[in-house]
């Protein structure tokens, strides 16, 4: 009776871990199974690699809302989300094709690549402490393109950006799908660019964990994007952490947000604001602007171009490109950018 008893609890153990874990197979062309691909949630240091027969197996995250990755030089990288953890994955990875992306050539000399990589690095890697330290290991593979007529400045790479970040002790692979400076006029000076972005999916590796490391991540992590979300959901609001402003008015934020949790994840809903009270909404697409205070001194504005969104399980959330900062919460870009993961079990 105690046999069978260990091995009904060892079965439920098992049962229990595979519904924690999601698996796979992953093939090539004429089914060849691959070894070494890469599979990982965007932006966390959750990842494995597929084994000689090509199957792997990873924690399952239903509520981070963060896509799965396959990766793997010399074919196409897969993006998936939506995922059932019911069902293993046959993931057949199609050979990449090394098209040549359109260059637009201009006329003008003005500009060196040294120029456009300090461009690069400070929107980028962002000019902080930590981003200074940040080195990209294969600059050469990053391509740039200044198009005079529109004022645009953007960048590429057909292989991802390694990037060893000692000061918060990570290594990251960042796949860059996006990056785009617009310039007011015809420059390279970051003086004269009034709007930028760039996206793309992160793998994170551990390279030093160290008591001075830890502590840095640390106070990274204060004030950052990642920690104002987490709290928003939580509706966790202090005078040590955040605090919210109408101007120089202290706002209550229970009458700005609606928060609806949902398992690990809310739903978050702007009430009606009154435009009238604030000059900033001069477009449309505004829905409210808030002044944000850090620790009673970093001072940075939010601006919403949505009216609901959702916060995950790590902090990220569905509307990137509808919420945008300004101000020292914005200084954080790359160079100090943490796992999604980073303080969450």
Known sequence: MKKLFTLLFLFSALTIFSQHNLNGKITGK?????EGVNVYYDGTTISTVSDADGKFSI???????????????GYQTEYLSGLD???PLNIAMKISENELKEVVVNNNNEFT?????????????????????AIIKNEDDIKFNYDKKNLLFTASSDKPLVIINPALGYKIDFELVIFEVYFNRFSINSLDAYKNFYGGVSRFEEIDNSAKVLKKREKTFQGSQIQFFRNLANTDWEAKKFLLF?????????????????????KVELIDQDKSENINLNSKKIVAVYNLIFDKKEVSKITFETNSFYIYKYGNNSNIEDILFSGKISEKRVGDMLPLNYGVE
Do not use: H
């Open 30 to 34: 004429g089914n060849i199974p691959l």
């Open 59 to 73: 924690k399952y995250e239903p509520n981070a809302n963060s896509i799965l990755v396959i990766s793997s030089m």
């Open 85 to 87: 953890v019911s069902k």
């Open 113 to 133: 690549r040294a120029q456009k990589l300090k461009l690069f690095r400070e929107y980028f890697l962002g000019k902080t402490s930590n981003a200074k330290s």
């Open 246 to 266: 109408k101007g120089k008015y202290n706002q209550d934020p229970t009458k700005c947000f609606k928060i609806t949790k949902e398992g690990d994840f809310a």
